[in-house]
T-cell receptor
């Protein structure tokens, strides 16, 4: 079991550029979550999917953020255009049923 | 809405016992979880309490009192590697797969 795989591990981009973060959940897990972590706001849930369907996106900060899950083994979080305040660590997590979440190693995003 | 309160920092020495408290306010309640996060790492699941009482997993135990909206994580025989941030998180009725995290407690274990 390779765990939840995120890429890239680090991303530095200029303000206004499009950023795409990728996640491969654990095989067989039917829930996928995107979280953002900052010192000021802690761990915030952005969106989650169940069986590839978005269930709750109330945490997505604004229209610049979008997430997709085209199949059970892949999800993306896109920011377009990116802004310096989007700098954070973005975590993807997956789970099956009522078990605990398994988090990926995260993507550290820096927007300059 | 939901809110969780934890102490921001706790310091203890190797071999000691430390308790990290968590109080919560939710419109409904489905369970309290605990996660550990080392600096620069990912949160990892430690424990889950759906019912009142104590759950023990090795050196770690977690307690829940639903009537008091309160729980704690107990770490025994502290080791240097236990230095990390610890988060409590709640799952709410009606959104049972949505975990809301507390602000975290930074535990520093000293020799």
């Amino acid at each position: 079991d390779a765990g939840v795989i995120q890429s890239p591990r680090h991303e530095v981009t200029e303000m206004g550029q499009e950023v795409t973060l990728r996640c491969k959940p654990i095989s067989g897990h039917d829930y996928l979550f995107w979280y953002r972590q900052t010192m000021m706001r802690g761990l915030e849930l952005l969106i989650y999917f169940n069986n590839n369907v978005p269930i709750d996106d109330s945490g997505m900060p604004e229209d610049r953020f979008s997430a997709k899950m085209p199949n059970a083994s892949f999800s993306t979080l896109k920011i377009q255009p990116s802004e310096p305040r989007d700098s954070a660590v973005y975590f993807c997590a997956s789970k099956q049923g009522h078990r605990g979440y398994t988090f990926g190693s995260g993507t550290r995003l820096t927007v300059v | 809405g939901q809110s969780l309160e934890q102490p921001s920092e706790v310091t203890a020495v190797e071999g000691a016992i430390v308790q990290i408290n968590c109080t919560y306010q939710t419109s409904g309640f489905y369970g309290l979880s605990w996660y550990q996060q080392h600096d620069g790492g990912a949160p990892t699941f430690l424990s889950y309490n759906a019912l009142d009482g104590l759950e023990e997993t090795g050196r770690f135990s977690s307690f829940l009192s639903r009537s008091d909206s309160y729980g704690y994580l107990l770490l025994q025989e502290l080791q240097m590697k236990d230095s990390a941030s610890y988060f409590c998180a709640v799952r709410s009725v009606g959104a049972t797969n949505k975990l809301i995290f507390g602000t975290g407690t930074l535990l520093a274990v000293q020799p």
